[in-house]
């Protein structure tokens, strides 16, 4: 089992910026991917980026050139720095793992003002 553990939501400002972490632990040897998903109030749950552990990255369209996933995959961990947020990206971002099976995070709140 893998548990992921995240941490740095908060509030801010629109414009602002908020870096969020997630660590693994657990048997966490065979993860290949890790990224962050985000649920806002009454939507579904949508990817917002990833990296693999080849590096390749993926960002939604709606973060792209605002947001950057950066982490070491061997060491499992993983970060998302979030710039110029907007209300829009009020969620509880979730951390999550991937090797043969799917692990998530508990959730972090990020909530920007207008």
């Known amino acids: 089992q893998v548990q992921l553990m995240e941490s740095g939501g908060g509030l801010v400002q629109a414009g602002g910026s908020l870096r969020l972490s997630c660590a693994a632990s657990?048997?966490?040897?065979?993860?290949?991917?890790m990224g962050w998903y985000r649920q806002a109030p009454g939507e579904q749950r949508e990817l917002v980026a990833r990296i693999s552990r080849d590096g390749n990255e993926y960002y939604a369209d709606s973060v792209k050139g605002r947001f950057t996933i950066s982490g070491d995959i061997a060491k499992t961990t993983v970060y998302l720095q979030l710039n110029s947020l907007k209300p829009e990206d009020t969620a509880v971002y979730y951390c999550?793992?991937?090797?043969?099976?799917?692990?998530w995070g508990q959730g972090t709140q990020v909530t920007v003002s207008s």
């Open positions: 999550y793992a991937k090797d043969s099976r799917d692990f």
């Open positions: 657990g048997k966490r040897f065979n993860i290949n991917v």
